[in-house]
């Protein structure tokens, strides 16, 4: 079993930005691909980030390419995703997910475990 603990989220103005951290615990975290993803009230949980267990391999929705940033340090256990350009579309609950694999996956059936979430609200 993995635990996930999504911090970071908060209210922010259109044109700021955030960081949300994801810290692992319970197995190697250097094993794992991770993943964000983010669900609006109303509408399905869509793919926002992904990187691969070492940190060489990212991939980005179209809609957050520019403005966002994956990274992790498996030393600290912690994945990160950096937003900037912050825009109201952009409000949801931001969850992450990690699965042990060599790929990166970029669809939520790809991924095994899932934090509880933590809310990005973007004010116009």
């Known amino acids: 079993q993995v635990q996930l603990v999504e911090s970071g989220g908060g209210l922010v103005q259109a044109g700021g930005s955030l960081r949300l951290s994801c810290v692992a615990s319970?197995?190697?975290?250097?094993?794992?691909?991770m993943g964000w993803f983010r669900q609006a009230p109303g509408k399905e949980r869509e793919f926002v980030a992904a990187?691969?267990?070492?940190?060489?391999?990212?991939n980005y929705a179209d809609s957050v390419k520019g403005r966002f940033t994956i990274s992790r340090d498996n030393a600290e256990n912690t994945g990160y995703l950096q937003m900037n350009s912050l825009k109201p579309e952009d409000t949801a609950v931001y969850y992450c997910?990690?699965?042990?694999?060599?790929?990166?996956?970029?669809?939520?059936?790809?991924?095994?475990?899932w934090g509880q979430g933590t809310q990005v609200t973007v004010s116009s």
């Open positions: 997910a990690v699965r042990q694999t060599a790929l990166i996956p970029t669809t939520a059936r790809g991924y095994d475990y």
């Open positions: 319970g197995r190697t975290f250097s094993n794992y691909a």
């Open positions: 990187i691969s267990w070492n940190g060489r391999s990212t």
